[in-house]
């Protein structure tokens, strides 16, 4: 197939509307792009990225722009949308006299958005993703950042990933074991550097463009095991124990909603609500080595680092915590080197400021520039290190720009 057989626009041509990477993200901030491809089948998507890449031309895979900051002067090449929508389950209730029970085994398409996955999967008992509810953005992206919220990864589902190998032109298949997983990290966000390790630049999108992923799940109506104290407190249960998996939706969805950190739109907010244009948290929570940690003020967070899996796989489990490391709260950082929710660096007037739910979120507040926001998370990562020692690394993808 050849790219003029796909839905496509083009700076260069007149008669066409490329949309702006303002359009496609959701901070709202980013310049133009050069062309701009929507792939409707899995062979359209293939064949986009393989013409960019025969073509030596700068590609960028976006899903829904939630996880971008993209510079003013915009993108001088090919962007490329996975609009696949759905989702092919197979699924095995029955128990055996060993207690081993089958589960739902899901395949679904890149382009799929994530949020509305996980509703159909709490809808269907499918078990595994509810406290990952609310989260922006398509299964595609799922795992390159290994998406975690409320004590839940989306490693904990994942039974393998299903890419398209740029640098060998051939679709690779990574089991579980293969995908490298982390704290918002997977081998697939660790191919996507300037130098991708084998002399080739795969920047800002991964050597392995994921056309589709596998998720294995249990069936049941409780939830995984509950891993994170605040939503813990707001279902009455324990860290550890498990709740019905459509009130931990709920739950997280308040939650959520109350921190500004849902898109704008969802769940009723009034719209235009600025502190949800953001790219979600800014910045990682740092993981420190246990004694580093013990140099922090005795009020700041520690919460445990686990394993990006399960601990068991034939029960209901958390990952297994690794006493050599902490996580601190990276929102807690910022806001004990002075940097309010709502700061601005001019004020209540800035057009890029914290958002005033969450110290975490950069926001626009209508009129930002990608310059504005970039100049903020200077400002606060510097702050954090004056501070602390400790240096933020931010979680979205740079664009054109770094900080
Ligand atoms: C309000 C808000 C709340 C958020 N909360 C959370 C949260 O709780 N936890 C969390 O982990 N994240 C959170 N995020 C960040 C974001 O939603 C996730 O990282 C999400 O997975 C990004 O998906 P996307 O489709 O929007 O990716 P994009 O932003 O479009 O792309 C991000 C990166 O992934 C790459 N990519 C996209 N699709 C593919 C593909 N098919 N193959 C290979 N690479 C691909 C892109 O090239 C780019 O490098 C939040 C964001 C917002 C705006």
């Known amino acids: 197939m050849s790219l003029s057989t796909l839905r496509t626009s083009s700076a260069d041509d007149p008669g066409s509307s490329t949309p702006a990477l303002s359009e496609l993200t959701t901070l ?13 089948t899995e062979a359209e998507l293939i064949d986009a990225v393989r013409a960019a890449d025969d073509a030596d031309r700068p590609l960028l895979v976006i899903g829904g722009g939630s996880n971008l900051l993209v510079a003013d002067e915009g993108f001088a090449g090919v962007v490329v949308r996975d609009v696949r929508q759905g989702l092919d389950a197979d699924l095995e209730d029955s128990c055996g006299t060993d207690g081993a029970c089958g589960g739902a085994s899901l395949r ?10 996980v509703a159909e999967a709490v809808a269907n008992e499918w078990v595994g993703v509810e406290a990952l509810s609310g989260i922006p953005g398509t299964v595609g992206a799922a795992p390159v950042q290994n998406i975690g919220a409320y004590g839940q990864e989306v490693s904990g589902v994942v039974a393998s990933v299903v890419t398209w190998d740029r640098a060998t032109g051939s679709r690779r298949t990574f089991p579980l074991s293969g995908l490298g997983f982390g704290y918002r990290t997977s081998l697939l966000k660790r191919t996507m550097r300037v130098d991708g390790g084998d002399g080739a630049p795969w920047y800002p999108t991964p050597r392995y463009v994921v056309l589709e992923v596998n998720l294995q799940m249990r069936l049941g109506n409780l939830s995984a095991p509950i891993g994170y104290g605040e939503l813990a407190r707001r279902l009455g249960v324990e860290v550890g124990e498990r709740a019905p998996s459509a009130a931990v939706r709920e739950a997280v969805l308040e939650l959520r909603g109350g921190k500004g950190m849902l898109l704008d739109g969802v769940g009723g907010a009034a719209t235009p609500d600025h502190d949800r244009w953001s790219a979600g948290s800014f910045f990682t929570n740092p993981v420190l080595p246990a004694e580093a940690a013990d140099e922090l003020p005795d009020d700041a967070p520690r919460f445990p ?3 990006a899996t399960p601990e068991s796989t034939v029960r209901p489990s958390l990952g297994v915590v690794d006493p050599t490391l902490v996580k601190t709260s990276a929102a807690w950082l910022i806001e004990r080197a002075g940097f309010t929710k709502g700061f601005g660096l001019a004020g209540e007037h800035s057009p890029a400021r914290l958002s005033t739910r969450h110290t975490l979120a950069l926001t626009n507040r209508g009129g930002a520039t990608a310059a504005d926001l970039v100049a903020l998370a200077r400002a606060v990562r510097d702050g954090v290190r004056d501070t602390f020692g400790i240096d933020l690394e931010p979680e979205p993808v740079l664009v054109g720009t770094a900080l």
């Open 28 to 40: 709202r901030v980013g310049g133009p792009v050069d062309d701009y491809v929507e792939a409707e």
């Open 305 to 307: 680092v686990r394993s």
């Open 108 to 117: 679904l398409p890149a382009g799929q958005d994530w949020d509305a996955f």
